[in-house]
């Protein structure tokens, strides 16, 4: 089901940018007008779903094996309006050397494929089509039906396409093996993003970083965050299995209690809302929050807490940790 067909006459029609009015008359004269389509040079003809989605569909007895579902459709349709949108020229199941793109943008200084996949392909298949778009100086994106196995790469742009139940619902688009409904945006939103710098590739973090808890003190009843404990990521093998260590335990391992320790200074001045952890010499049970404002001691166990999901992370200086919640490496928006 293309959306792109091409008149005897020579004129391309794109079904995606035809407005309702066009469309109606072009399914009165379409007979006259020779459509067919580039994938094959076989007759088609427009239709439109029941949900207004408008796009060709191959005539009878054709043998075209170019067969795409109605929701493969409404998501080449909804990406290449939002690229018009941008002002950039669009067009859809474009041809290049030894590929078609299904959606294909183009600036002055730069080509974007857009790809939706909604059945489940081989990683080397991923890989090759990739390494296509690469070689005629194209960059490609996918959206994918399915959740992508493997670590992320930042050759290979893919991002999870969830399609709603029929076709009057966008899709939306979420990072790979992402949970929940916060990390999703609407597919057009996504599109905007992608196409204006909003969309990029974060690395693995490294090294140990806080993992805070918002509540409230007690005494004084100041919103505050408290470090319930120290993470890491792979190549920092001192911590607990898990790659945890909770926050009064923080002494165990000196390497990272004098992290945190040099660490502190910069913490206060771009955090003043995080509790600052102090080793409780009193009792030698380890070391404890304090409040930033009164210096009450802030037990774990008895604080007011309000759950952010997920966690919320920074460095040990307070600064920006990396967004991907497994801490790995990821593709990312903002």
């Not at 959740?147 to 009057?168: S, T, V, Y």
Request: hydrophobic share 45%; proline share 9%.
């Amino acid at each position: 089901m293309p959306l792109l067909a091409r008149a005897a006459d020579g004129t391309v029609l794109q079904a995606w940018v035809m407005p309702p009015a066009a469309w109606e008359e072009l399914k009165g004269t379409y007979r006259d007008r020779g459509l067919t389509a580039p994938c094959c040079g076989r007759a088609v003809v427009p239709v439109r779903s029941p949900n207004g989605w408008a796009f060709f569909r191959h005539a009878p007895g054709g043998t075209c094996q170019a067969r795409e579902s109605l929701g493969h459709v409404v998501g080449k349709s909804i990406i290449a309006r939002a690229a018009a949108a941008l002002g950039f020229t669009v067009t859809t199941e474009a041809r290049g050397d030894g590929w078609v793109a299904d959606v294909l943008v183009e600036a002055p200084r730069w080509r974007v494929a857009v790809e939706v996949q909604l059945s489940r392909v081989a990683r080397d298949v991923l890989d090759a089509r990739q390494r296509r778009y690469a070689d005629s100086g194209v960059r490609g994106a996918w959206l994918l039906g399915y959740d992508m196995a493997g670590p992320a790469d930042p050759a290979l742009p893919a991002f999870r396409l969830l399609a709603g139940r029929d076709d009057r619902a966008e899709p939306e688009v979420a990072p790979m093996g992402a949970s929940g409904r916060r990390a999703r945006l609407g597919l057009a939103d996504f599109v905007t993003r992608l196409l204006t710098g909003g969309v990029r590739f974060v690395p693995a973090a490294a090294g140990p970083h806080l993992v805070l808890q918002a509540a409230t003190c007690p005494r004084c009843r100041r919103d505050v965050v408290v470090p319930v404990g120290v993470g890491t990521v792979a190549g920092h093998p001192i911590l607990a299995p898990g790659g945890f260590l909770a926050a009064p335990d923080l002494g165990k391992v000196p390497a990272v209690r004098d992290a945190y320790r040099a660490a502190v200074p910069a913490l206060v001045r771009r955090r003043p809302d995080v509790a600052v952890l102090r080793e409780d010499r009193r009792d030698g049970r380890g070391w404890t929050p304090r409040c930033p404002d009164c210096d009450s001691a802030l037990p774990l166990g008895r604080l007011d807490r309000r759950t952010p999901h997920p966690p919320e992370r920074c460095a040990l200086d307070g600064a920006a940790w990396p967004e991907p919640g497994a801490m790995g490496a990821g593709w990312v928006w903002r």
